[in-house]
């Protein structure tokens, strides 16, 4: 009785003197990042003076240069790259798309538009009449209608998602299959509008992927006003239009994941990961996407070594090497991890824009979820919290190395963030610096809590 | 014990319910916003055409006529003004401050500056010394040092604050109060750090008040960077400065505060009050603040009607006159409420800006917290949740009407706030169409709950 008396007093006890310890420690980094971040400079580095950087490019090439020294600035146990075979798809000119024909009289009205990602170019001017659909069931029912035209996705977002990644993914299955599906029926060019929230007229592009039964038509994304004026245009009237991409293939590309490590003091062989993308889109910066996520990453680590911080179990920071039109950096990155047979216990991405952090979104078991979600209230000093369900596109291939990993993304407020998604928009000075740095702070409380505490519920 | 186990079985399912309906009716008037949305559009006018507003301006006269217009084209039961008496504050020519000696050594370092509203001119131009000081204990400490100098306050914000509005209460005293207690020793002029998160270089204005005991002398906010330099340089050199502010008082303005009212149906006398105020500074678009609180305020009442919905409870809709160097809107119809022994039970104000809600800030007593709390998971699906404690402005003086009316305020994400507010950024350009109507649509919520429910616990 007396000893069971001495455990309700003392795990009680401990459970408060531990998570206190939990909010000392994380206050100190908040501190220390608010106060002295570096991300938001390392930010303005990467985007201004290195660029847009697709897989392939010279400015990929530079960027991977640039994060391998910073994360050896910053002191890490070691840095080093890990080679990978990246698509090298070029965009090959200034696409271009305009009506040119309304019920048979003939005029120019170019439209704001890009090439969709990995698709190839149209070997010339195409010239054509449009068709529209609003959903695949349409064009299933019509699909006889489809031959020698150009079909128009109207792929808009629904505005009443408030999670507006959600509408991203229902809207976006136009643009990844959007063209395969209607060169199934004769169509000779896709277009679609922007997935886009913004109140502007820039198209956003975003990578497609060919279905090699079918024949590989050039497919483009319509500024989100130019789109909107053709649709209603083309309900009522016959419309023709002009289009020309030269996107194409050069041979895959040798890029690199910079992986950077400081080796856990007692379970070294325990390792978490925490990571962003390095690649960006062609025609933008790549502030938020993921600019954001790659500077978070660095600043984590800068943080630790400020504050002295020796981690009981292996952290690595991450830059990916391709997300955006091919997932390549990931996945190679989990073929190591699964071929040198290490034991991956939690990962964590920032790939959704360096906005206000509203949570962590955490993908567990139930039990484990009981403990995380424990840990709650440490986040709302800083604006978060944990969430159920989370992940991220460069982490995501690490189940194949551990099927009962802990995944985990941050999730930013998304409001604003398809309004800039994969647009020439994205760019460094629509990064606030009090957001992105509030990210950073999010981030690394639950990087310092998962090593601090482990996975195990 | 049958009864018992009936009403048992009743409340319960009653709760779920009437929630459930709650819940479709939000979503319903969600819907409309998000869709349907002309909060926006009225920005665009209200910025572009009209633009800045401060009291006693023919911008702030034109703003109430469009105001009242645009009620009136939302079909309210009843629009009119309410005559208020505001301060008629000029800035009266282009603020001036520079860096003129260092060291003994002439030079001129030109610093972006604006005279803080409410301060007088310097009858020509002044030059000082500056003397620097971080605290007003510092201050008092040397306040004999203080004769025929320029005082600079370096009144910064505290970045390790989530919630900015709390270093801006820090920070903010500098403002108000600095130049009356620099006086009181002998200042010739007062200078502070803007009251900033920004990264940009951008003076930020804002109201100050003279103590009638000392002499009034002319008051500026510095550029953040050239206040640093300031700074910098101050602690170690002797640093001479030039300024001149040109603002004077005109007799006060005839303004109106702006009224709309939908009737309510079974409660007529239970009066509900949303509003914003409509007044801004001189020097930029009031965008944010308050261009925001006042287009979300006469979207809600758009919607209100395009959804049918008829009010149990008066919900009046209020634009008001002069808040930001006088609060004489608010306290002109705290009075007019009081001389009309009008009975009110609920106002929320929105003053914070457009961005994204996070929440409504409630005060009211623990038992009515109990009932409002209930609700709190009817915000969840739009970003929001109901917390503890906000208020505005504009409606805190109708206390003085019921001192146990229920006050609330739309408590948007605070990041960005403090990088536009009173400064030249806070423009339309600015505000984002998703963040404005997601805060309408929350504050809807609210209106709708405490219209069907009332305010007893």
């Not at 660029?51 to 991977?64: D, I, M, T, V, Y």
Request: charged letters at 25%; aromatic letters at 10%; hydrophobic letters at 40%.
């Amino acid at each position: 009785m007396r000893k069971l008396l001495i455990l309700l007093l003392t795990v009680p006890y401990f459970a408060t003197a531990q998570s206190s310890q939990d909010s000392l420690n994380i206050k100190k980094m908040a501190d220390e990042i608010m106060r002295n971040g570096k991300a938001y400079d390392l930010l303005r580095e990467l985007t201004k003076q290195i660029g847009g950087r697709l897989a392939g490019s010279p400015q990929q090439q530079n960027a991977a240069i640039w994060g391998k020294r910073n994360l050896e600035a910053f002191q890490a146990d070691k840095v080093y790259f890990q080679a990978v075979k990246t698509p090298n798809w070029k965009r090959g000119g200034n696409d271009f798309a305009a009506i040119s024909a309304i019920n048979g009289k003939a005029q120019l009205r170019p439209m704001k538009a890009l090439a969709l990602g990995n698709s190839l170019g149209s070997n010339g001017l195409i010239e054509a009449e449009v068709i529209v659909f609003a959903s695949f069931d349409e064009m299933e029912k019509r699909k006889d209608d489809i031959k020698g035209k150009v079909v128009y996705f109207h792929s808009v977002f629904d505005p009443t998602k408030f999670q507006t990644f959600r509408a991203y993914a229902e809207s976006g299955v136009f643009r990844r299959v959007g063209p395969s599906r209607a060169a199934k029926y004769g169509a000779v060019g896709v277009m679609i509008h922007s997935l886009s929230t913004a109140t502007d007229n820039e198209p956003h592009t975003g990578s497609m992927v060919y279905d090699e039964a079918y024949p590989k038509i050039p497919a483009l994304a319509l500024g989100p006003e130019d789109a909107k004026e053709l649709y209603e245009l083309s309900k009522k009237l016959t419309v023709r239009v002009q289009l020309q991409t030269y996107g194409f293939f050069l041979p895959d590309a040798d890029e690199n994941n910079v992986v950077a490590e400081l080796k856990g003091s007692e379970f070294p062989e325990e390792i978490i990961t925490v990571g962003g993308h390095l690649d960006s889109w062609d025609i933008n910066e790549g502030a938020h996407d993921d600019g954001a996520g790659i500077v978070q990453t660095m600043e984590i680590l800068r943080t630790m070594k400020a504050i002295n911080y020796r981690p009981k179990r292996t952290i690595r920071f991450v830059l990916f090497a391709n997300e955006e039109n091919g997932m390549r950096g990931g996945n190679e990155y989990a073929n190591q991890a699964k071929m040198n047979q290490e034991k991956h216990i939690y990962a964590l991405e920032s790939d959704e824009g360096g906005f206000t952090p509203r949570s962590i979104g955490i993908s567990c078991s139930k039990e484990q979820w009981k403990k995380f979600q424990a840990w709650s209230p440490l986040f709302k000093p800083f604006g978060g919290e944990l969430t159920l369900g989370g992940t991220g596109a460069d982490i995501g291939p690490l189940v194949k190395v551990n099927p009962a990993i802990v995944l985990s993304g941050l999730i930013p407020d998304s409001q604003r963030y398809f309004d800039l998604h994969h647009a020439k928009t994205d760019v460094f000075e629509n990064v606030n610096k009090r957001e992105l740095l509030l990210g950073a702070v999010n981030m690394a409380a639950i990087i310092y809590l998962i090593d601090q505490h482990g996975t195990n519920p």
